[in-house]
């Protein structure tokens, strides 16, 4: 198994500011993506963090909302830019070390922009 | 494009009870399929792991099955207990280099 640390685990922002969240997993992964979870809905796939190149962002996503780092097989960090409250949610690390093997995720950071 | 859709999105039943919650995906080309559970506000635990040439795991008082050919998975629970209560979510990973697509979800309360 792996398990996944998010920091912070929640924090409350002022709307036109920035916020970067850290995921750091206890041992080599593969693939590490984020995830978005509005109140009472499902999970959105924000991007898949690729180690030293750009992230692979899903529909709907940019990199200029959302810019994401992955320096090594272990760590990534997820921004999330000029926030508006629309952005309140739960944003969550996840990571695999193949195709075959289960996905592991984190806690969870949850977010309030006001 | 593949679909995945959990049916009941919610379930209420009495502690004890013995239950099933379904999962139905769209395209039968799957590599794998995993059931979670998310508590309120909480990150998602791993419950099981189904690989396509597979057609049940078991962990515990759980039992997944899976009918690729069918599109359908289902999540057995053993004797109920409240702190089964959550939300359940399937999902599967379609083939290639794709990400896990997602269900809603079922909301289970098991009632004392």
Known sequence: SAVISQKPSRDICQRGT???IQCQVDSQVTMMFWYRQ???QSLTLIATANQGSEATYESGFVIDKF???RPNLTFSTLTVSNMSPEDSSIYLCSATRGL???QYFGPGTRLTVT | KQEVTQIPAALS??????LVL???FT???IYNLQWFRQDPGKGLTSLLLIQSSQREQTSGRLNASLDKSSGRSTLY???SQPGDSATYLCAVRPPGNTPLVFGKGTRLSVIA
């Not at chain 2, 039943?13 to 013995?18: F, L």
């Open chain 2, 22 to 24: 379904n999962c139905s």
């Open chain 1, 67 to 69: 810019p994401i780092s």
């Open chain 2, 77 to 79: 629970i053993a004797a």
């Open chain 1, 18 to 20: 920035s916020l970067t």
């Open chain 1, 38 to 40: 509005q109140p009472g």
């Open chain 2, 27 to 29: 395209d039968s080309a």
């Open chain 2, 13 to 18: 039943v009495p502690e004890g009870e013995n």
């Open chain 1, 100 to 102: 075959g093997t289960e």
